[in-house]
């Protein structure tokens, strides 16, 4: 729910809850669809062996008609309930992760990068929700909030609902799950490659780690830069960011110079809370977000009256 949360424009009760309901019957569809797949590899390493299907606790026949079920609500609810652009965003990645992610396991190191792009769609679901689009216009061109000590231009909040924003978004969580997965196939690599999965850690862990500290760097510059470029956080949030960067770095710096289990172990609990921090500190700095107006949640109607009538006098 990130995208919604983040965006500037306003998102009524039952849309937001359309929208994470609807997002979590797509995750479920495409999840179950995987795991249909992936029974006979399952049942070869020990993250994945305890699953149902594996068990034998469910049947596929009803797993098949749960992802069925999910997966044909989920996008109905979010097309009836939502925009046609969300509920198509959810259709797009239940096949993409039930069907190109899921192939291309045992057949290409891509799959990793497609996996990212799956894992970053749900933001841009959220984004649309909202009623934000995804790419710019002549009527919704890409705009650029540049610090106040570089431009004497006013920032006009208006425009914040910007086409670079969503793409910000996007690159946040793409970036976000190169340290987050490549850490975790690098303690799990031994399974991966028990069970013929095509993972780079299998293949060369040299570059899986660079590839972890390549997307930690990329964080470090979509934080720094991009996101408060785009008008999603105050430039505040470039500085505020940069404790929790500076350590994913160099936690990943450590991956990629020693490539061992206790650099990788390092990485991968440093992502477990970076994510949550980053998106914390993000709506802490939202653009136009007036933390004083939540007072009034907590006052009488006085009180808050005169309280504009103090800050009026």
């Known amino acids: 729910m990130a995208g919604v949360a983040l965006s500037p424009l306003p998102a009524t009760v039952p849309v937001l809850l359309s929208t994470a309901v609807g997002t979590a019957l797509c995750s479920a569809s495409a999840n179950t669809l995987n795991q249909l797949q992936e029974v006979p590899y399952d049942a070869q390493m020990a993250r994945t062996r305890m699953r149902p299907l594996v068990r034998k606790a469910i049947s596929p026949l009803h797993a098949g008609g749960f992802a069925l079920a999910t997966g044909v609500l989920g996008p109905t609810l979010l097309w009836t309930m939502v925009n046609p652009t969300t509920a198509l965003l959810g ?3 239940i096949a993409l992760y039930a069907g190109a992610y899921t192939w291309m396991k045992r057949t290409s190191i891509w799959n990793t990068w497609v996996g990212a792009v799956v894992g970053a769609i749900p933001p841009l679901m959220g984004w649309t929700a909202c009623g934000g689009q ?3 216009s002549s009527s919704y061109p890409v705009e650029l909030f540049l610090p106040s000590f570089l431009t004497s231009v006013p920032m006009d909040l208006s425009l914040v609902d910007n086409a670079l924003a969503p793409f910000a978004l996007f690159m946040l969580l793409f ?4 340290p987050h997965f490549n850490s975790l196939a690098h303690l ?3 399974s991966y490659a028990q069970a013929g999965y095509k993972m780079l850690s299998v293949i060369s862990p040299a570059k899986n780690s660079l590839v972890s500290l390549r997307h930690a760097l990329i964080l470090g510059s979509v934080c720094s ?3 408060p470029l785009s008008g ?3 430039w505040a949030f470039a500085l505020t960011s940069l404790v929790p960067n500076v350590l994913s770095i160099r936690a990943a710096w450590a991956f990629w110079r020693f490539g061992g ?3 990788a172990r390092a990485v991968w609990q440093i992502c477990l809370w970076y994510l949550p921090v980053i998106l914390g500190l993000m709506m802490i700095h939202k653009q136009g977000m007036n933390w004083t107006s939540w007072t009034s949640w907590f006052t009488s109607e006085e009180e808050s009256k005169e309280e504009v009538q103090q800050s009026a006098a």
């Open 232 to 234: 999603l956080t105050t």
């Open 261 to 263: 289990e206790k650099q």
């Open 175 to 178: 970036s976000w799950q190169f």
């Open 188 to 190: 799990v690599r031994g």
């Open 225 to 227: 830069v991009l996101i």
């Open 134 to 136: 995804l790419l710019p």
């Open 91 to 93: 259709a797009a990645n």
